[in-house]
């Protein structure tokens, strides 16, 4: 599958390097590689290049973290054998700190061992993570370690001029000068004018490194609406806003958004009206309503449950916005199957529709994360019919009121008592 990275790459505050030139370089090394040809199964790897991980690196069969060594220079972290669906694994960290000259002859040595000592007897054995799990990190690393021992420094190695090639495809856009401090006060000014806005202002925007810029997320959140669901007109309306106030530029989430990475902060609140006449303005982002749902038993023919129907109870219930901010950063993710394209495992409340004697029925996990502090959620226990699903909900929302500390998120709270209060409650 193609590389993935930080939706905010290149224009995110906290960002250490641009990830998307690295997935430019392994795109070309990949392409028509006979070691790809020649895989067991599917293979995905995701690059991030931000301090906060929101490529979700361990949870794929390469994920590469980027870091600065002791001499400031370019490295990056590598893990292997992460993945969701029907096992899911967090990956492991086989290097810490492997030279950017070296990635892809790295990687190459990876896939050397997973294609010599991977599974083809059976399609659920086959990926890495099967491997790595079934050698150990440990034996696999050393596996790696003596194949790349024998093609570390040949051609693959990369020279500074062809990182450098690969870099000049990301060059950032024409971007204004503009006096950032007066289109602070001018945005401030706004903010006052237009509750609304205010709360769109604080969730749906994000700091951008470039002056006087902002990154506005477009939210598909809006209750009534399958999450990360747009419609042929909205697209082609946000696709001009994409022309008329930012550089032609559209990105997709993995959370089931997209985003504007360049709009000019004095465009703020033209963009926020347009994007609220499209309804595409839900003040949501990173909340529970802001929930990664699959398309579920509605469309797809695998599943056991539907998801799309829970999701839209569960937003109708919680849809009062002060409750939702009170709550903070939640997420909330969705599968109809153990194929978990929902990413359930890794919500802090994960949700996945099972089949119980032909009846559909939903099973609750709690403390998951998609983060740097990446974890797999826990069963509650017992699953429930889909009409108990909200109240479930409510339930284990109430318990993290009942404990949380200040400033603690859902999944805090969750780490420092444990699941128990939460089942105690929610099977009282
Ligand atoms: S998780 Fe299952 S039901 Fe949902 S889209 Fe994937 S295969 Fe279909």
């Given at each position: ?41 599917k293979f995905k790897i995701a690059i991030c290049g931000s301090k906060r991980d929101r490529a979700a690196v361990a949870f794929h069969d390469i994920g590469l973290e980027i870091i600065k060594d002791a001499q ?37 040595a990876i896939l050397r061992v997973y294609n010599q000592l991977g599974r083809r007897d059976n399609k659920y054995k086959a990926r890495i993570k099967i491997l790595v799990k079934a050698m150990g990190a440990e ?164 599943a056991n449950a539907k998801s799309i129907p829970v999701a839209e109870a569960i937003q109708r219930r919680f849809d009062d916005l002060d409750y939702l901010y009170d709550l903070g950063e939640i997420e909330l ?96």
């Open positions: 599958r193609n590389f993935t990275a930080d939706q905010f790459s290149g224009v995110a505050q906290d960002e250490i390097e641009d990830a998307r030139p690295w997935c430019e370089i392994l795109r070309q090394w990949a392409t028509f590689h006979p070691e790809f040809a020649f895989l067991p199964r400031g220079e370019t490295a990056f972290k590598v893990f292997v054998g992460g993945g969701l669906g029907r096992t899911p694994v967090i990956g492991a960290l086989i290097h810490d700190c492997l030279p950017k000259e070296h990635v892809m002859s790295y990687l190459d034996a696999f690393k050393q596996k790696v370690e003596e194949e790349w021992a024998h093609i570390k420094d040949g051609p693959m190695t990369l020279t500074q001029e062809a990182i450098d090639h690969a870099f000049t495809f990301f060059q950032p856009p024409a971007y204004e000068a503009i006096d950032a401090a007066a289109a602070q006060s001018a945005l401030d000014d706004q903010r006052l004018t237009d509750p609304r806005f205010a709360a769109w202002l604080s969730h749906n925007v994000v700091a951008h490194k470039q002056p006087g810029y902002a990154i506005v997320n477009v939210s598909l959140k809006e209750t009534g609406f399958a999450p990360g669901d747009i419609t042929a007109e909205q697209m082609e309306a946000v696709a001009e806003l994409s022309e008329q106030y930012g550089f032609g530029e559209l990105r997709s989430t993995h959370e089931q958004n997209l985003v504007l990475p360049d709009i000019r902060k004095t465009d703020l609140f033209a963009v926020w009206q347009k994007l609220d006449a499209l309804r595409l303005a839900t003040p949501v982002i990173g909340t529970l309503n802001d929930m990664i749902c699959c398309p579920g038993g509605d469309y797809c023919a695998l993710n969705i599968s109809g199957c153990m194929n978990a394209c929902g990413h359930h495992h890794i919500g802090h409340i994960g949700i996945l529709g099972v089949d119980k004697k032909g009846q559909e029925f939903y099973q609750v996990s709690l403390g998951g994360s998609q983060s740097n502090d990446a974890a797999i959620g826990k069963i509650l226990g017992p699953s429930f019919a889909q009409d108990e699903v909200p109240e479930v909900i409510s339930k284990l929302l109430e318990t993290y009121v009942a404990n949380r500390t200040e400033e603690e998120r859902f999944l805090d709270t969750y780490r420092r008592i444990g699941i128990e209060p939460f089942k105690e409650r929610v099977y009282a």
